[in-house]
C-alpha cells in the first residue's frame, strides 16, 4: 500500500512543479516590434535636393504612411513594447523617420525623432450618441407603427 502514495505524492510534486513552470513562464518578459524604420546608412544615400519621392521609394521601401495634406512628406515608424506578465504594455523604444518634400517632389528635409522627441497628444474623441434609449428591437419595431404617413408612400 505504500506504493501507491508515493506514487501520489510524486504525482503530486510534479504538478506543483510544472504549475510554477508555467506561472513563471506567464510572467516572463515579451519584446514586440512593430514598423520599419531605415538605417543611418540607408539615409546617408538619400541626397537632399536632389532624390525624388520615388528614387527614395525605391532606395529604401515604401513608408508606413505619408503626409496627409497635399502628400507633404514619408514617415517610417518603428516602435518596441515590452509586456511583463499580466502588465500593461510598455514603449521602451520608438523612432520616426520623416522626408519631407517640395512641391516638385524633391527631398527637403530627412529628420529622425526617437521616444525622447515625442510628445503626448490628447487626441478629441467624437461620438455620435444613439437613439435607441435601452428599448428592445420589438418595442422600437411597435413604437414605429403610428409614426407612417399614408401620403408619404402615394405619388
Same mark, same amino acid.
Not at 508515493?6 to 515579451?30: I, K, M, Y
Not at 508606413?64 to 499580466?86: C, D, H, I, K, W
Given at each position: 500500500?505504500?506504493?501507491? $502514495? +508515493?506514487?501520489?505524492? &510524486?504525482?503530486? #510534486? @510534479? ?25 543611418? $546608412?540607408?539615409?546617408?544615400? /538619400?541626397?537632399?535636393?536632389?532624390? @525624388?519621392?520615388?528614387?527614395? $521609394? ?7 504612411? $505619408? ?12 516602435? #518596441? ?10 514603449? /521602451? ?5 520623416? /522626408? +519631407?518634400? @517640395? ?21 478629441? #474623441?467624437?461620438?455620435?450618441? +444613439?437613439?435607441?434609449?435601452?428599448? @428592445?428591437? /420589438? ?7 403610428? &409614426?407612417? &404617413? ?6
Amino acid at each position: 500500500m505504500t506504493r501507491p $502514495a +508515493s506514487f501520489l505524492r &510524486n504525482l503530486a #510534486r @510534479t504538478a506543483v512543479v510544472g504549475v510554477l513552470l508555467a506561472g513563471l513562464a506567464a510572467c516572463a518578459e515579451q519584446v514586440r516590434k512593430h514598423g520599419y524604420v531605415p538605417t543611418d $546608412a540607408d539615409l546617408a544615400e /538619400i541626397v537632399v535636393g536632389v532624390d @525624388t519621392r520615388e528614387s527614395v $521609394a525605391e532606395s529604401i521601401g515604401t513608408p508606413s504612411s $505619408a503626409g496627409l495634406l497635399n502628400e507633404s512628406g514619408f514617415y517610417y515608424v518603428q516602435s #518596441r513594447m515590452r509586456t511583463v506578465g499580466p502588465r500593461r504594455p510598455q514603449v /521602451i523604444d520608438r523612432q520616426v523617420v520623416a /522626408i +519631407s518634400f @517640395t512641391e516638385a517632389g524633391v527631398v527637403q528635409n530627412v529628420e529622425r525623432f526617437g521616444l525622447e522627441d515625442g510628445r503626448m497628444v490628447a487626441l478629441s #474623441r467624437r461620438v455620435t450618441e +444613439s437613439s435607441v434609449n435601452s428599448q @428592445t428591437f /420589438i418595442r422600437q419595431l411597435l413604437g414605429n407603427l403610428g &409614426n407612417f &404617413n399614408p401620403g408619404q408612400f402615394v405619388d
